[in-house]
């Protein structure tokens, strides 16, 4: 399957965007030439979904949209995935197949890290249960674009003024993470702690 390079799709949420365009395909309303690029998206669609558990209970609308266990398809999927993943050829303007970008490699070492991951957690510290959402660093990706926001118009800090903006955004409990301009969406993670400790007056003082 080929596809012209660089293209931007956004797959959050999309899967009723992809059925529509089947059905809008299949029903004379769109070129066939539309397909290849239909079912890319549902491919890689469903592999964001395979790493973006919401809940351990099965979402019928996403089969993959939950958590692993011993008794989901996850890790039979993940095999097929990687082998589609692997065919995956981009093309220049010249409609010449172009270098794989770092993209589809990581992609092939998430899906087999994951797979080791989970394999041993299950028979080694036998977990029932693996939220793969966690895996993802959508949560330091948010960290670093709260601290983003407090620099304000200083898109070039100084190594003492990230360290700050760190501080004051840990202290204020990513109090910025919910504004606009973050990369992902919010993962609902939390601080363990605030560091509130730190502001008050040592009892030694």
Not at 23 to 52: Q, W, Y
Not at 186 to 193: R, T, V
Request: with cysteine; glycine share 4%; net charge positive.
């Amino acid at each position: 399957m080929k596809f012209s390079f660089p293209f931007t799709v956004t797959l959050y949420n999309c899967k009723s965007k992809i059925i529509y365009m089947f059905v809008i395909l299949f029903s004379g309303h769109m070129d066939n030439r539309c397909l290849p690029t239909a079912t890319f998206l549902k491919e890689v669609d469903d592999i964001f979904d395979s790493f973006s558990d919401v809940t351990c209970s099965p979402d019928h609308g996403k089969l993959l949209r939950y958590c692993l266990t011993s008794t989901t398809k996850h890790m039979k999927y993940w095999r097929s995935a990687a082998d589609k993943v692997k065919t995956w050829t981009f093309l220049n303007k010249e409609s010449e197949p172009m270098h794989p970008p770092p993209s589809q490699t990581d992609w092939l070492i998430t899906i087999g890290a994951v797979q080791h991951v989970w394999r041993k957690v299950s028979e080694e510290h036998k977990f029932k249960f693996l939220e793969t959402r966690n895996l993802k660093q959508d949560a330091l990706e948010n960290t670093f674009g709260a601290i983003r926001l407090h620099c304000g118009s200083n898109n070039n800090p100084s190594v003492g003024q990230f360290v700050d903006a760190m501080k004051t955004v840990i202290i204020n409990g990513l109090a910025y993470r919910s504004l606009y301009g973050t990369n992902c969406e919010d993962e609902g993670a939390y601080l363990l702690d605030k560091l509130h400790s730190f502001l008050k007056l040592s009892s030694a003082s």
